[in-house]
Nanobody, 121 residues
Framework: QVQAVESGGGLVQPGGALRLSCAASGSILSISTMAWYRQAPGKQRDLVAAITLVGTTNYADSVKGRFTISRDNVKKEVYLQMDSLKPEDTAVYYC???????????????WGQGTQVTVSS
């Protein structure tokens, strides 16, 4: 079973920074894309940033230039450095891993439970 556990959320003032981490564990053969999503109250869950196995990144327009996604393939971890935070960044942030547990199964998506990020003065 694959598990994804997020950490690093919290309360920060506008203009501040936070770094989220997500650690994958369990029986994992390989992880392709690792991504961060967020969901604000009453809104749908949206992609924030994604990174492929070879390091190609993709960002939502609203976070370009402020957020940076990175990964450590040895540790099976993905990170989201969030700078210049705005109140509209307030949401629950979720990690999603696209992983394969063995050669007989295709890649599947695994979600973490989420970590709250609140940007407020």
């Amino acid at each position: 079973q694959v598990q994804a556990v997020e950490s690093g959320g919290g309360l920060v003032q506008p203009g501040g920074a936070l770094r989220l981490s997500c650690a994958a564990s369990g029986s994992i053969l390989s992880i392709s894309t690792m991504a961060w999503y967020r969901q604000a109250p009453g809104k749908q869950r949206d992609l924030v940033a994604a990174i492929t196995l070879v390091g190609t990144t993709n960002y939502a327009d609203s976070v370009k230039g402020r957020f940076t996604i990175s990964r450590d393939n040895v540790k099976k971890e993905v990170y989201l450095q969030m700078d210049s935070l705005k109140p509209e960044d307030t949401a629950v942030y979720y990690c999603k891993l696209t992983a394969r547990v063995n050669i007989f199964r295709s890649f599947a998506d695994y979600w973490g439970q989420g970590t709250q990020v609140t940007v407020s003065s």
